[in-house]
């Protein structure tokens, strides 16, 4: 569904990304693992087309969308959870959700807040609340939600466990789990290891801008450099 053939993103002078491949395939979770500063976010912003790469080129279900830019990527049934969750704060959580299907039929809107609301319930409980006044793991809820109010096929998903308590953590794992089983490609980036490696079908370690290892997501949890690198030992 999605390949990355040999992309280099840079910053102006300094190079972010090197030659980096990396296949998605219909239907799987795939993880992205490294440490802080390994170029992780880089990597999904030129998925996104901002930055777009210096060199290599980027597909979607066989089409190039290499210099498309954001703008008409997002068209492309791709979705991104960035990091930092990057919701409306004055907003409610239902004008929230309704901006996330801005591109989408409004005949559909009503079938996809269920579809929202089933999977997280918490959601439909503060639909009229101010999204600024919930907490970080509902904030993080709904900042999914209004990705999957757009209807990807492909969603990004950028540290979704990034600053939240340990059973909200297992939540969002729990509900990437569930859109897995429904169908939805997941790409994952996430600096809690163990847990994205238990999840994912496939991942890939990236240091300094480099994928370095590729594998199942059990064989990354049993190789030993990955284990001390990345989980403790």
């Not at 939805?184 to 490696?197: G, K, P, R, S, W």
């Amino acid at each position: 569904m999605l390949e990355l053939r040999n992309v280099s993103t840079h910053y102006g002078k300094i190079q972010a990304l090197h030659d980096v491949s990396v296949k998605v395939g219909q239907g799987e979770i795939v993880t992205l693992i490294g440490a802080n500063g390994a170029g992780k976010t880089t990597l999904l912003m030129t998925l996104c087309g901002d930055p777009i790469p210096s060199s290599g080129s980027i597909w979607f279900e066989g089409e190039e969308i290499t210099h498309l830019g954001s703008v008409r990527i997002m068209r492309k049934d791709i979705a991104i959870v960035p990091e930092g969750r990057r919701i409306f704060a004055r907003l409610t959580v239902e004008e929230n959700l309704l901006i996330g299907a801005f591109f989408v039929d409004k005949a559909e809107q009503g079938a996809l807040l269920d579809q929202v609301f089933t999977l997280f319930p918490r959601l439909h409980e503060r639909l009229t609340q101010r999204a600024g006044t919930m907490s970080g793991g509902e904030q993080q809820m709904l900042a999914i939600g209004c990705a999957l109010m757009s209807k990807p096929r492909l969603l990004l998903l950028d540290e979704p466990s990034l600053g939240l308590a340990p059973i909200i953590i297992q939540q969002i794992f729990d509900t990437i789990e569930q859109l897995r089983q429904a169908g939805m490609t997941i790409f994952l980036v996430e600096q809690n290891a163990n847990q994205a490696l238990r999840l994912a079908d496939r991942g890939y370690v990236l240091e300094n801008g480099r994928v370095v290892l590729e594998d199942t997501g059990a064989a990354l949890l049993a190789n030993p450099a990955v284990r001390q690198a990345y989980l403790g030992g």
